[in-house]
């Protein structure tokens, strides 16, 4: 897919979308492959504020260099694109995991951090404190559900192909405040 198209499935889906500065050239591309693409994975910021946030993930920080995501979804519902191409996002996860998501089977135990995800998966990070007391509106959720779904209709993807950092890495807990697996169903009701 595109960056173009990309753009176009995300409000096709009913999404408001920014675009932030050249985020269909901003990649990591030069540290390695991005694709073959087969799932997509949500994260949560441990950040307040939008206009913070979309920084950060834009921008990333010593450490970590951005893009640090495709896309930031607010807590207003807003998407925005800060990237398109390999991002900072999945780090190294579980390789049985990985079978499943393009088997679009149950995940196994996320036991080993073995392959690379920045390869594998569209990333999206949600805008929210991941104490698990930090609200995450409606609109957000359903924001979360649209560029989630809007992928996996691009790509002929089932639900399955949605997970969440925690899923993936030993150790992670994002996103927390939510599960996955009704994020899952909420999406599998929208492709249906």
Not at 94 to 123: C, M, Q, S, W
Not at 160 to 175: F, R, T, Y
Request: glycine share 12%; aromatic share 8%; proline share 5%.
């Amino acid at each position: 897919m595109s960056a173009s198209t990309f753009l176009d499935v995300l409000k096709s889906e009913g999404l408001t979308v920014v675009q932030v500065g050249d985020w269909r050239t901003h990649n990591r591309n030069h540290k390695g492959p991005w694709g073959p693409v087969h799932g997509v994975m949500i994260h949560h910021t441990v950040t307040k504020g939008t206009a913070a946030t979309v920084r950060i993930c834009r921008d990333g920080y010593a450490a970590l260099p951005g893009p640090l995501c495709h896309g930031v979804i607010a807590k207003d519902g807003r998407v925005h694109l800060v990237g398109y191409g390999r991002a900072n996002h999945a780090g190294s996860g579980d390789d049985d995991v990985l079978r499943a998501v393009i088997a679009e089977k149950a995940l196994p135990a996320d036991n080993e951090a073995n392959t690379d995800g920045n390869r594998y998966f569209y990333g999206f990070e949600c805008e929210n404190l991941g104490d698990g007391k930090d609200p995450w509106p409606a609109v957000q959720l359903e924001a979360i559900e649209k560029a989630a779904a809007a992928i996996c209709r691009y790509h002929g993807w089932g639900a399955p192909s949605v997970i969440g950092h925690l899923e993936w890495q030993p150790g992670k807990i994002d996103p927390r405040g939510f599960t996955m697996a009704s994020m899952r169903a909420r999406i599998r009701d929208r492709l249906a």
